[in-house]
């Protein structure tokens, strides 16, 4: 593995000349800049080696390629205890920095896009598959972070991409010749996407026969011409360049998203999975999302313990942590963030191994893994600011803190119960603050809405899914409405 440690990974992006904009301005240097590098740290975990028991064993896996160790986040899954260990891995990176580590995506897209080429080439005689492998055998050789990059922005939303008043709304080949195609179009809500080296495009929808130039999958090279990543703004952002770090709540790690604008970019044609095959496309989108609906299964229950763990050193602080009712609450933040793991486990479980020899996860309890995840970390957030208390949001600055003609009255009023002083106080109710209203919150709560598709799109799949005719026969027969029904 070519980018063998977090210094390397950080080293590796300072030399992509890439186009950044972040508040109005274009910035040359993302990897050291204050606003962006927490997600870089983040991400950087992901090389981290680490003193957790089994670290080694969800980090890494045996490539089956070439039989040499890769980052899992680079391997094609080849049973179900390698779904189950993808979880646990998620679980234990969600665990080490409260946030989104974003390199789930290029990991989900890889998996999608070897089984999907795999049977393209059986029906179109295409030899996608073959590139895919040389490409991923790259990746895996370099230890590469890939970007999975679905989603359009779609414009009219009421209408096809190919009914679109601008042609651009969703990513679509404009030329092609011997040597490649050219893509025009924006990738919104990617995240990780400036911590990336590649881009994974993949179509956002199923698309139609008249849609063949919307039925695209390649990727490109982060710093490839005609590439420009905006970045996306978080709440409270500005507050990691005031120098105050314990008003960020979680200072060191961060997650992050961008728009990537594809401005006519030429893809060699090597880097090119999918070309026009439009009845290939949706199943590129079915897998990619199952995929991801069960990461969060992972993640977000890593996330969720740290919470659990602040909300209990914020009532330790307060003096009640033996009310039942704290107990009763920390019990029910528990049950949730357990019944959320359940399903990332139970999606694994049950995956099957594809005609490609990839293993698929469970498409259904994937489904009903995200759609869990759209609801429980919002009632395990209001919860921990249940536990929390009011001063969450009032507790003046660690620059008040700082100011010795105020100081004694913050240390004095707003001290802890026992041994806690003000400032760890602050520290806690801070730390919660960013995971429920601040930063933080754009990772493990509105990511959890909307991340991986927003509820509805699980909901379609859960009902189409479902057998519900099946249901249906097995209360007839019961009730003795069919004929099959026997005397014993
Ligand atoms: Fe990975 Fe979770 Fe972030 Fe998605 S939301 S990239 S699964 S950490
Ligand atoms: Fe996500």
Redesign the pocket.
């Known amino acids: 593995m070519r980018i063998a440690d977090p210094a390397a990974y950080l080293q590796s992006l300072r030399r992509l000349r890439r186009r950044v904009f972040l508040l109005g301005e274009r910035i040359d240097d993302p990897v050291d800049h204050p606003l962006v590098r927490p997600s870089e740290n983040a991400l950087a975990q992901t090389y981290e080696r680490g003193g957790e028991t089994e670290a080694e064993e969800l980090l890494f896996a045996s490539s089956h390629l070439t039989g040499k160790p890769i980052s899992r986040f680079t391997h094609i899954h080849q049973s179900a205890e390698d779904l189950v260990r993808k979880v646990d891995m998620?679980r234990l990176?969600?665990r080490r920095t409260a946030?989104?580590?974003?390199?789930?995506?290029g990991m989900?897209g890889l998996n999608a896009l070897y089984s999907v080429t795999y049977e393209c080439d059986q029906v179109h005689g295409t030899e996608y598959h073959r590139r895919l492998r040389d490409y991923l055998a790259w990746v895996q050789e370099e230890n590469l972070v890939v970007d999975g990059a679905m989603t359009d922005v779609k414009g009219d939303r009421g209408k096809r991409p190919g009914e679109q008043e601008d042609p651009d709304m969703f990513v679509r080949v404009v030329d092609r010749d011997s040597r490649g195609i050219v893509i025009r179009g924006a990738k919104a809500h990617q995240?990780?996407a400036i911590n990336s080296h590649e881009i994974l495009v993949m179509p956002t929808t199923a698309m139609r026969e008249d849609e063949k130039e919307y039925a695209v999958c390649c990727a490109v090279a982060a710093d490839s011409p005609g590439v420009t990543f905006i970045l996306g703004r978080q709440p409270s952002d500005t507050r990691k360049r005031e120098g105050a770090p314990l008003d960020v709540g979680n200072p060191y790690f961060g997650?992050q998203e961008a728009l990537i604008v594809f401005d006519d970019v030429f893809v060699p044609r090597e880097r090119v999975f999918m070309c026009g095959e439009h009845d290939q496309s949706g199943r590129v989108v079915e897998r990619f999302a199952a995929y991801?609906r069960q990461?969060?299964g992972?993640?977000?229950v890593g996330?969720g313990d740290v919470l659990i763990g602040a909300a209990l050193l914020a009532a330790r602080l307060q003096g009640v942590e033996r009310a039942g009712h704290v107990r009763d609450k920390l019990t029910e933040m528990i049950h949730l963030n357990e019944t959320l793991y359940s399903c990332g486990i139970a999606c694994s479980a049950r995956g099957a191994p594809t005609d490609s020899g990839c293993w698929m996860v469970d498409v259904l309890l994937a489904n009903v893994c995200k759609q869990n995840v759209t609801r429980f970390p919002f009632e395990i957030a209001r919860l921990a600011q249940d536990i929390a208390g009011g001063l969450l949001v009032t507790m003046p600055s660690e620059l008040d803190f700082r100011n010795p003609e105020i100081s004694p009255y913050l240390e004095k009023y707003l001290k802890g119960a026992g041994d806690g002083s003000a400032l760890e106080r602050a520290g806690v109710l801070r730390f919660i603050e960013n995971m429920t209203v601040g930063c933080g919150a754009a990772?493990y709560l509105t990511?959890?809405m909307h991340?991986?598709g927003s509820p509805q799109a699980q909901r379609i799949v859960i009902f189409r899914q479902a057998g519900l005719e099946e249901k249906a026969e097995l209360a007839r027969r019961i009730m003795g409405m069919t004929d099959r029904r026997k005397d014993p």
């Open positions: 998620q990176l969600g946030t989104c580590f974003q390199r789930c995506v989900d995240t990780g997650s991801h990461s969060y992972g993640c977000k996330v990772a990511e959890s991340g991986a």
